[in-house]
């Protein structure tokens, strides 16, 4: 990987979806996203929180809920919450700055910033994204993970669980 890749803007249809349309990559951009995260997901997962239960090998929605379960039955109280509109929210330039805190390799950094401030086209026209990941992306879930890292590291004394951008904690007082 010499970081000569570039990726294409992601082509917007109108749809009947909530926003009124969809933003995806053309089919060579997929497979590249799709070996970044693969790669990512290995180098990451020691640094991320294993409450972080919707990363791969985490456990998944399953392991959420069992852990809630025995979280419910020690603890008299639980506190559940979201960060509304979290993947259209995430601050590019916080991202990449993380981001280059936790990976060395400038080619790969190079690409993952490709993803995240990416282009968008739209009949004919074409939109810079200054702010938010995209949805659907194998590499969203690993960047929402490093972004929402420092939660995570404060929580470590905590009973909580996440999933995405849910928490639910878990305390008796």
């Given amino acids: 990987m010499d970081g000569s890749y570039r990726f294409s ?18 089919a ?24 972080c ?14 852990s809630s379960r025995k979280f419910v039955q020690n603890n008299t109280f639980f506190f559940k919450t979201d960060i509304a509109s979290f993947y259209s929210s995430i601050n590019h330039d916080i991202l990449c700055n ?6 060395d390799d ?8 490709q993803t995240i401030r990416r282009t968008e086209s739209l009949d004919g026209y074409v939109n810079i994204i200054r702010l938010g990941i995209p949805l659907g992306s194998p590499l969203s879930p690993l960047l929402a993970g490093v972004f929402l890292l420092p939660i995570d590291k404060l929580m470590v004394t905590t009973n909580y669980i996440r999933f995405m951008d849910d928490y639910v904690f878990f305390t008796n007082s």
């Fill in 9 to 26: 803007p992601m082509l917007r249809y109108r749809t009947n979806c909530d926003d009124g349309s969809r933003a995806v990559w053309n």
């Fill in 28 to 51: 060579e951009d997929v497979i590249v996203i799709k070996a970044i995260s693969l790669v990512l997901t290995e180098y990451l997962k020691p640094k991320l929180s294993k409450q």
């Fill in 53 to 66: 239960t919707h990363l791969s090998g985490n456990g998944g929605i399953q392991a959420a809920i069992t």
């Fill in 98 to 103: 993380m981001l280059a805190n936790l990976i």
């Fill in 106 to 113: 400038k080619a790969l950094l190079s690409l993952i910033y």
